[in-house]
């Protein structure tokens, strides 16, 4: 949201500054005398009377203003922001904790992968050490609900999945 209003302000102001720009400039009269021929290294958006800012300082000066003015209003806004999503991040630092202990290492890992049906697949890379025991990760797990049976401790049913090889 912030963003889209960022470039409506953006584009207002080059639309409201056009016409100051343009009133800089004045058609030159028919008496006065033709600009000298241009050599083939020069410049051939600057006249020798106008220094090569071609009146754009005065443009940049105003669009600064506006821009910085524009900023100062937003500012508290923004520091609004980051303080919300510093909360957040405090809120969900315990949850990206565990979940760091069991991704051993991400540069073990390749870019995730968005498969024609809509999966993603996060692949491990074939130079990469083994990954933690099966056993250690599920220690890392954490055990919400007393009584429920392990994976690995050979009470749940198993079932004969077709392996699909990728």
Same mark, same amino acid.
């Given at each position: 949201?912030?963003?889209?209003k960022?470039?409506?302000v ?12 343009a ?25 020798p &009377? ?6 754009? $300082?005065? !443009?940049? @000066?105003? %669009?600064e203003?506006?821009?910085? #003015? ?29 979940l ?18 809509g ?7 074939? &130079?990469?050490?083994?990954?933690p025991?099966? $056993?250690? !990760?599920? @220690?890392? %797990?954490?055990?919400?609900?007393? #009584? ?5 401790d ?13």
């Amino acid at each position: 949201m912030i963003r889209s209003k960022t470039t409506l302000v953006a584009a207002l102001s080059l639309m409201l500054s056009t016409p100051l720009a343009a009133q800089e400039w004045q058609m030159p009269r028919a008496d006065d005398a033709p600009l000298p021929d241009r050599s083939e290294g020069s410049d051939p958006y600057t006249t020798p &009377d106008d220094g090569g800012d071609g009146g754009l $300082d005065d !443009l940049g @000066r105003d %669009l600064e203003g506006m821009m910085e #003015g524009m900023f100062n209003r937003l500012q508290p806004h923004l520091e609004d922001l980051g303080n919300e999503l510093a909360g957040t991040v405090d809120e969900y630092r315990p949850a990206l904790g565990e979940l760091s202990k069991l991704i051993d290492d991400m540069s073990n890992y390749e870019r995730p992968e968005r498969l024609p049906n809509g999966d993603i697949v996060i692949r491990r890379r074939a &130079d990469a050490p083994p990954p933690p025991p099966v $056993d250690e !990760l599920q @220690r890392l %797990l954490p055990n919400d609900r007393p #009584g429920r049976p392990s994976p690995r401790d050979g009470t749940t049913p198993t079932f004969d999945l077709p392996q699909t090889e990728l």
